[in-house]
């Protein structure tokens, strides 16, 4: 990694020693994982664990980033002729991508505007003469711009105004103080469409039919629901900001005490430069700030909840029957050794729609499947017939001999694991409902080494997962799911792949 960038880390995380960051950073660069450099590594990074390292890690993507970004900055204006050194230490002292950004747009290569043709006209020195503020002599100015690509003294004063616009409204720092001060005193509001309750026939968003906050109070689920309903075509969401607050700071910036003819162009160009570029861009900007703060606070939900999830403590050594209930298509059994191997499956029909002659036998051939293969625990998965099929259970253990239990299980991803390559790997003979009812056991007898084998996003333990973004999610359940593997450890004879594939080193 460059020294740049290492050097810039350092300042930036001053809470960790330099030789910590620097031993970080080289482990990472030759590739080794995080659990790895935790667990291993602990003697060249000074102990640091996970979630240090994490944040080292993040640190660094994030100024690479912004120093990529700034290079580019810099070699796009240099290319114009216009990369000053004062210029080139501004860029290099930014610390977010927001001002680089900020900085560069003045220079940034533009589809033709109003102001460009206004510029090819001539009208530039113009324009740089209003800022002067002179105190006459106006329309004698105008008159010697008149040409045969702006006619007139209209036309003068609205190409002018233009370039005055456009160039107020790519000012950095007024940029910079708009969204600062909308964050301070915004207020994010929402209203139902004309017909936005068509398109919610339930209900589900008529809190945010009227609804107002300021943008510094609005929580991560209210930005999400927002979001989702005007997606939805159900809400107008707006960033207000007080204009007159806004008009103030700009006229004390570029008017000041200064009097005289070009005062009133001034006024209207900034005017103009606030409610067509600046206003509308800082409310994107500052919309895509609060999603994406939301985004990552329920991408940390998510993970959490994921953690803990894979980090139940497994049932060894029982006998379990995974069963996956239903209605029309019966109930499908699985039954594993303590080990987690599969050793007999069965389909029963002790539910309606099923006919009395099914129903009548189901119980008989439930009771017998469970002594065949001396089944300890039930796992029943709490889908469609859940509660239906627990008390079939509770009815059939009463009638046994010897103690055994049953539990409800989250079968939340099992139908996805039995659609799955891995899952036809394993049982190929097996249909789609069977592979369901083996995940279900499994996930009773050991949590980690069964969902490790689903996609983290379908085992049902966040919200909203399918509005944040994508690469951000999968990115941090992939981190939580290698965490809990290399914190728990496999056994070597029994692991899966999939289990192994996460094992550091």
Request: glycine content about 6%.
């Amino acid at each position: 990694m460059d020294q740049e960038i290492i050097n810039r880390v350092k300042k930036s995380l001053t809470s960790y020693q330099d030789r910590q960051i620097d031993a970080t950073l080289e482990l990472l660069g030759d590739n080794n994982t995080v659990p790895f450099i935790a667990r291993y590594r602990k003697e060249r990074t000074g102990n640091l664990d996970e979630v240090q390292i994490r944040e080292i890690q993040d640190e660094a993507t994030r100024i690479e980033k912004l120093v990529h970004r700034q290079d580019e900055v810099k070699n796009q204006i240099e290319s114009q002729g216009k990369l000053t050194p004062q210029l080139r230490k501004t860029i290099d002292a930014t610390t977010q991508l927001q001002q680089v950004e900020d900085i560069y747009l003045p220079y940034k290569q533009k589809r033709k505007t109003k102001a460009t043709v206004a510029k090819d006209a001539g009208l530039m020195p113009f324009a740089q003469w209003l800022l002067t503020f002179p105190s006459q002599g106006l329309d004698e100015k105008i008159a010697t711009f008149i040409n045969d690509k702006v006619t007139d003294a209209d036309a003068v004063l609205a190409g002018v105004h233009e370039i005055l616009a456009e160039a107020i409204g790519e000012r950095a720092g007024f940029r910079e103080w708009l969204r600062n001060y909308a964050r301070r005193n915004g207020q994010l509001t929402s209203q139902v469409k004309r017909n936005g309750k068509d398109a919610d026939e339930q209900g589900v968003y008529q809190t945010y039919y009227d609804f107002s906050s300021p943008f510094k109070n609005v929580s991560a689920y209210q930005t999400l629901a927002l979001n989702r309903g005007e997606k939805a075509g159900v809400l107008t969401v707006k960033l207000n900001i007080d204009e007159q607050a806004v008009d103030q700071y700009l006229n004390f910036q570029l008017i000041g005490n200064r009097k005289g003819p070009a005062v009133p162009i001034v006024v209207a160009a900034y005017q103009d430069a606030y409610k067509r570029f600046m206003g509308p861009a800082i409310e994107r900007e500052l919309r895509r700030e609060l999603t994406e703060t939301a985004d990552a606070h329920a991408i940390r939900v998510f993970g959490e909840n994921l953690y803990h999830l894979l980090m139940q403590a497994p049932l060894k050594n029982r006998i379990v029957m995974g069963f996956d209930p239903a209605y029309r298509t019966g109930c499908k059994l699985a039954v594993m050794d303590g080990n987690g191997k599969y050793l007999d499956k069965l389909v029963i029909y002790p539910h309606k729609p099923a006919n009395a002659a099914k129903r009548a036998a189901a119980m008989p051939e439930f009771l017998k499947f469970i002594e065949k293969n001396h089944v300890e625990m039930i796992a029943i998965g709490n889908g469609t017939a859940s509660r239906e099929s627990e008390q079939f259970v509770a009815d059939a253990i009463k009638q046994l001999d010897r103690p055994v239990q049953y539990t409800i299980v989250n079968e939340a991803g099992a139908s996805v694991y039995s659609a799955s390559e891995v899952a036809r790997t394993e049982f190929p003979d097996f249909n789609v409902e069977e592979r369901s009812a083996v995940s279900i056991g499994r996930r009773l007898q050991d949590p980690l080494a069964e969902l490790v084998k689903i996609d983290p996003q379908a085992v049902g333990v966040g919200q909203y997962q399918h509005d944040v973004a994508g690469s951000a999610l999968d990115e941090q359940l992939s981190r939580v799911v290698e965490t809990a593997v290399n914190q728990v450890g496999v056994d070597l004879n029994r692991a899966s792949v999939e289990l192994l594939a996460h094992i550091s080193g």
